[in-house]
């Protein structure tokens, strides 16, 4: 059974820093699209950052400069390092992940993390 954990949220003041972390584990043939996703109280869940399998990286124009996206293939995990961060960006951030599970034949599908806290202070 594929599982998707997530670390490294917290609370922190503002202009702090804060890595997140996002590994996979379960019998998986291959991990494809890995994004940060967050969701504040009263608000839509919305795509923070993704980075594709080759590297190819997206963020929302909030998050550019601050935030970096990145991943690690060999130990299937993803991570995002929030630097400069503010009051706004906090929420419950949640990693998706497009990935390849239990038999090589089955199509990807989307897994998501449990999700978790970032609480900026001001």
């Known amino acids: 059974q594929v599982q998707l954990v997530e670390s490294g949220g917290g609370l922190v003041q503002a202009g702090g820093s804060l890595r997140l972390s996002c590994v996979a584990s379960?019998?998986?043939?291959?991990?494809?699209?890995i994004a940060w996703y967050r969701q504040a109280p009263g608000n839509q869940r919305e795509l923070v950052a993704s980075?594709?399998?080759?590297?190819?990286?997206f963020q929302i124009d909030s998050v550019k400069g601050r935030f970096t996206i990145s991943r690690d293939n060999l130990r299937k995990a993803g991570y995002l390092q929030m630097n400069s961060l503010k009051p706004e960006d906090t929420a419950v951030y949640y990693c998706?992940?497009?990935?390849?599970?239990?038999?090589?034949?089955?199509?990807?599908?989307?897994?998501w993390g449990q999700g978790t806290q970032v609480t900026v202070s001001s």
């Open positions: 998706k992940a497009n990935l390849r599970a239990d038999a090589w034949y089955n199509s990807p599908r989307d897994y």
């Open positions: 379960g019998t998986i043939f291959g991990v494809n699209t």
């Open positions: 980075i594709t399998a080759g590297g190819t990286v």
